[in-house]
């Protein structure tokens, strides 16, 4: 499997973005895909994650009201809209995915992407 993501960029605080996960490959249903972000100086912290699915959703408390995890079985793609972006969402944003379940913990996951650079400016 895998996984190519793109949508990043350099925006302003209050700005909107999108980003999207295409996988390639055999995906197993069980399974769904995550976001996590890594800030520079930071560990990578989980941000949120979808089934394949689509009946479960989970996501970080401190972004719950302002990103949206969504998905598209039929194209494999799983998207993240993010609004209202603080220069404190600036990190690397990486998509995982996982076989089995997913969830909050790295070790779930299987498969990583390359990451893309999201930058908030104030």
């Known amino acids: 499997v895998q996984l190519q993501a793109s949508g990043g960029g350099l925006v302003q605080a209050g700005d909107s973005l999108r980003l999207s996960c295409a996988a390639s490959?055999?995906?197993?249903?069980?399974?769904?895909m995550g976001w996590f972000r890594q800030a520079p100086g930071k560990e990578r912290e989980f941000v949120s994650a979808?089934?394949?699915?689509?009946?479960?959703?989970t996501v970080r408390n401190s972004v719950k009201d302002r990103f949206t995890i969504s998905r598209d079985g039929a194209k494999n793609t799983v998207y993240l809209q993010m609004n209202s972006l603080k220069p404190e969402d600036t990190a690397v944003y990486y998509c995982?995915?996982?076989?089995?379940?997913?969830?909050?913990?790295?070790?779930?996951?299987?498969?990583w992407g390359q990451g893309t650079q999201v930058t908030v400016s104030s």
């Open positions: 995982a995915a996982a076989e089995r379940q997913v969830g909050a913990s790295e070790s779930m996951y299987d498969y």
């Open positions: 490959g055999r995906t197993d249903s069980r399974g769904g």
């Open positions: 979808i089934t394949w699915r689509g009946d479960s959703t």
